[in-house]
């Protein structure tokens, strides 16, 4: 079973920048692909973003694309969420999961997730 845990969220102004980190418990994670997915209060999960276990693969949801950059770490065990231009409505809960296969953008799809941490993002 691989355990995730998420940092980095924080209070930030709009416009601003913050790098959110998510470390896995197992070297397995290398074989795994890793998403990210955020949930703000009232609303469903989202998707944001996916990276295959090579970093060859890589998709974004429609709402941070060109902001948002995702990346990882298989020696480190570790994953990145690079958020720039923050918006207020990228205020949120931010998930880290990982799911088997070569790539993966459905929340159905990943197995195991971390607790989240919060971003939150003052106009």
């Excluded at 845990?5 to 397995?28: H, I, K």
């Excluded at 890589?58 to 690079?82: H, M, P, W």
């Excluded at 918006?87 to 971390?114: F, H, L, N, Q, R």
């Amino acid at each position: 079973q691989v355990q995730l845990v998420e940092s980095g969220g924080r209070l930030v102004q709009a416009g601003g920048s913050l790098r959110l980190s998510c470390v896995a418990s197992d070297r397995t994670f290398s074989a795994y692909t890793m998403g990210w997915f955020r949930q703000a209060p009232g609303k469903e999960r989202e998707f944001v973003a996916s990276i295959s276990w090579s970093g060859s693969v890589i998709y974004y949801g429609d709402s941070v694309k060109g902001r948002f950059t995702i990346s990882r770490d298989n020696a480190k065990t570790e994953a990145y969420l690079q958020m720039n231009s923050l918006k207020p409505d990228d205020t949120a809960v931010y998930y880290c999961a990982v799911a088997p296969g070569i790539i993966a953008t459905m929340e159905s799809e990943y197995g195991y997730w971390g607790q989240g941490t919060q971003v939150t993002v003052s106009s």
